[in-house]
Every structure is written in structure tokens, then in C-alpha cells.
């Protein structure tokens, strides 16, 4: 009987083992694999010694019934021949699984190597139905609760540290291999593409509107009055130098004089009533003017227009693209080290919204039930979308296997077991006989 096992579906002798994750195969067989051969092996023995004992029995009982021996050797001739017969079968069955019986071309046999394919494709269909469909994932979900197990989790300090320091070193070496000139473009980009998308002007007008409507401005205007009379104050030689030199050429020097004296007191006196009276008509003048260009800002196409082009003048200038840059650069190297220092704000703040998080995740049903829930969509969306590309995967990694040795490979993890169908089949056969035998001489009696 070992003689069978030993024989492949095509009655040559079985080729040298092949190990390693690069054989055709795809599988590796490793020591614990040659320790699962060796007990089939062992069980194959046993289970064939079963066969042996039954046959030398049948032999024996036949020859003790021919010799005159009494009643008795019928039985266990019948007994021993039901177990020579169940023997057989239970082996035809279980090599038949993994090869051709005795090298012969019997139809349904060597049913591993033969119907891989269709195993694989039913494996994956049966996955696909009973394992990733919508019902049966949101059903084991809901049962693990996974909302509590979380929060219960992360309510842990030494958690908390941990998911901290992960997502500063995930942050980190995010900011560390990116590289400047890459992000500056994106930026840029989306800045650029933000600000086409977005007219500006009538946002800025409704923003001007509101201030006028405020009187935020006024603040600026007295600080621009403030600061103009002082400075007519400490270059009034230069003003009236200014005027005295744009005067003609044929005017006296002392007129000239006279004038730029008269320009720089008339301009200092009106400076200084803008700065110490609130109701000056020239603040109004500006109150109305803000307001009129507010307005035009908001619905005045020759306004919009000339915003819109200034806009993207502003934006194609160099000076824009470097401050951008450096804002990048500026942010990156805050984060960077943020992320390096255990005590920096931005770690003990992440640490203790998780702390938080988990505090309220335990303690709040309502907000459990939302993170389940929102587990559950997104898991079945992961389903849903990705269940065929899952099934396809089983399904072709089945079809690339090499058929012996994945007939090898599948023996070595159950063979042993199914060894035992041989053993119990020759001791079941040989009762049934027993049974069948003492039934028929009772009945004969």
C-alpha cells in the first residue's frame, strides 16, 4: 500500500521537493512543512499496517475454515474482509483527492490538482458573500464595539503617549522627505486656482462697507494726521524749500519765500484741524469716499475689472512666489520641531485630546455610537467598492499555483488527519460485516 501512495497522477516517480518563494509554486516549504510530511508519512503506515492486519486476518480465518475450525472463523473472516474492503475504499477516496489512484486515469480523481481552479473561483465567491458583504460586516462590527474598545484604549496614558509619538515621527518624516520646491508648486498652484475661482472685489467691498459702517477706519485716518503733522513739523524748511522751487523764475526770492511760508502754515493749520476735530469736513470727504468706492468695489464692472487685473499682477510677481516660500519653510521648521520636542504645545496638546477623546469615548454613548458608525461606513464602503479586486485576488493567486505542489502543500496540513478516515474505515467496515455476517446466520437459523 505504500507502494500507491508513493505513485503520482501520472505513475512517475515523484520529482525532488522544490523550496523557496521564488519556485513556480509560489509556496515555501520550510522545516515545520517537512515535519507535516514526515507525520502523514507516519500515519500512512499506520493506516496501511490497518489494511495489512485486516488482509493477514481475512487469510488466516479463511485458512482456519478450510482446516474444519469452528463457527468463530467465519465471523472474523467476515469481519476482517468488510475491514479489507473498507480499508480500500476509504484509501481510493483519500488519495483520489490529491492524485490518481495507482496512476490510473479514473474519472473524478486527483481532484485537488485537477479542479484548482474551480476551487479557487468558488473559494473566492464564497468569501465575497459570506465574509465581505455589507450585512455581515456591519453585524460583526457592531458585536466587537469597537467605539469602546478604542476609547477604553486610548484613555490609557501610556496609549496616548504611544499614538503621540507616532504621529509626530509619521509628521516628521512626512515633512522631512517632502521637498520644498515640490510643496511651493502645490501651493501655488492651488493659491493661483483659488484666487482665479474667487473674484475679490465685491468681498472686498462689503469688507470696506463694514469698516466705514464701524468707523474702524477713523483710527487710521488720526494716525495718518498724527504722524503727517509731525513729521510738517520737523521738515517744514523742506516744504517750503519744495514750494520756493517749483516757483517761476522770474519772481522775487522774497515771494517766493512769502509763498512757501504761507503754503507750509496753511498746510500745517489743516493737518492739526484734522487731527484735533472729529467733525472735519475733510474726514467726512473721506467717509464718503470710502463709501462710494465700497460700493463700487461691490457692483461697478470697470472697478471689479481693474481689481481682478491687479490681483493677478500681485500673484505673478516674484516677491509673492518668495513669501510663500518662506511661509512653507517658516511652517515646516515650526512643525518639524514641534514634532521632535516631547514638550513642545503641539504634542502635549495632541496627547491630551486623545486622553480626552478616549475619556469621552467611554463615557459617552451617543459619541460611540457614531464612531461605530462611522467604522462601519467606512469599512462597508471598503467592501462594497473593493470586493470583486478581493475575490479576483483569491481567485488568481489560487490559478497561479502550481497544481502538485499546491496538491503537496494542502496533504502536509491535513493529510494526517485524513489518514484517519482509512483507519476508521477498516475498523467501521469490519464491524459492519461482523454485523451483516451474525444478522444473516441469525436470520438463516
Known sequence: MERMDAVTNTGAKRPAERTGPGHPGGFAFGPADAERRRGVRRMKLIATGFLVTASVVYGLARWAQAAGAGAWAGYVSAAAEAGMVGALADWFAVTALFKRPLGLPIPHTAIIPTKKDVLGRSLGEFVGENFLSAPVVRARLRAVGIGARLGRWLSEPEHADRVTEQAAAALRGALTVLRDSDV??????????????????????????????????????????????????????????????????????????????????????????????????????????????????????????????????????????????????????????????????????????????????????????????????????????????????????????????????????????????????????????????????????
Open 184 to 445: 511651493q508648486a502645490v501651493v501655488t498652484e492651488a493659491v493661483n486656482r483659488r484666487a482665479d475661482a474667487l473674484e475679490v472685489a465685491p468681498g472686498l467691498g462689503r469688507m470696506l462697507d463694514r469698516v466705514v459702517a464701524d468707523g474702524g477706519h477713523r483710527k487710521v485716518v488720526d494716525l495718518v494726521c498724527v504722524r503727517a503733522r509731525d513729521w510738517l513739523v520737523a521738515h517744514g524748511d523742506s516744504v517750503m524749500a519744495a514750494v520756493e522751487g517749483g516757483a517761476p523764475g522770474w519772481t522775487p526770492r522774497f515771494v517766493d519765500r512769502r509763498i512757501g511760508e504761507r503754503v507750509y502754515k496753511e498746510l500745517l493749520r489743516f493737518v492739526t484741524e484734522m487731527r484735533d476735530m472729529p467733525d472735519h469736513p475733510a474726514r467726512g470727504a473721506i467717509d464718503r469716499f470710502l463709501a462710494d468706492f465700497a460700493a463700487e468695489l461691490r457692483s461697478d464692472p470697470d472697478t471689479r475689472a481693474r481689481v481682478e487685473r491687479l490681483k493677478r499682477d500681485l500673484l505673478a510677481r516674484a516677491e509673492v512666489q518668495d513669501v510663500i516660500e518662506s511661509a512653507w519653510n517658516a511652517v515646516r521648521a515650526t512643525v518639524v520641531a514641534a514634532a521632535e520636542d516631547e514638550r513642545s504645545e503641539l504634542r502635549l496638546r495632541t496627547r491630551s485630546a486623545l486622553l480626552s477623546l478616549g475619556a469621552r469615548m467611554t463615557s459617552d454613548a451617543r459619541l460611540r455610537e457614531k464612531v461605530d458608525g462611522w467604522l462601519e461606513d467606512a469599512a462597508t464602503y471598503v467592501v462594497t467598492t473593493y470586493r470583486d479586486e478581493i475575490t479576483a485576488l483569491i481567485t488568481e493567486t489560487v490559478a497561479s499555483w502550481d497544481a502538485d505542489q499546491t496538491s503537496r502543500k494542502i496533504e502536509a496540513h491535513v493529510g494526517r488527519d485524513l489518514q484517519f478516515i482509512r483507519i476508521n474505515g477498516t475498523v467501521v467496515g469490519a464491524l459492519a460485516g461482523l454485523l451483516i455476517y451474525t444478522v444473516s446466520r441469525l436470520a438463516g437459523a
